[in-house]
Nanobody, 120 residues
Framework: DVQLQASGGGAAHPGGSLRLSCVAS????????IGWFRQAPGEEREGVGC????????AYADSVKGRFTIASDRAKNTVYLQMNNLQLEDTGTYFC?????????????WGKGTQVTVSS
């Protein structure tokens, strides 16, 4: 059974940092691209970034470039989302997903979200 578990959410002030983790089980980590997505209240879900464990080069949405970093630990089947210089607009529920492409349409496995709240 494929499972993705995101954790690490919480509260932060603008300019602060959080690190999210996504632990994947029941799948061959090397065969999937792992993506991070977020959804703010009343908004559509949007992609944050993704990483393929085959080439290890992550891709990012323009809104988070330079602030967020995605890294993977193959030994732990875990993908991390390091979020620095958090802004109010980064508030939302963050999800990790596994699939064949960086867009949510290509994701076939989704984990439950973890809440990130940025407030002053």
């Amino acid at each position: 059974d494929v499972q993705l578990q995101a954790s690490g959410g919480g509260a932060a002030h603008p300019g602060g940092s959080l690190r999210l983790s996504c632990v994947a089980s029941g799948l061959n980590f090397d065969d999937y691209l792992i993506g991070w997505f977020r959804q703010a209240p009343g908004e559509e879900r949007e992609g944050v970034g993704c990483i393929s464990n085959r080439d290890r080069e992550p891709a990012y949405a323009d809104s988070v470039k330079g602030r967020f970093t995605i890294a993977s630990d193959r030994a732990k089947n875990t993908v991390y989302l390091q979020m620095n210089n958090l802004q109010l607009e980064d508030t939302g529920t963050y999800f990790c997903a596994a699939g064949s492409g960086c867009y949510d349409a290509y994701m076939t496995r989704w984990g439950k979200g973890t809440q990130v709240t940025v407030s002053s």
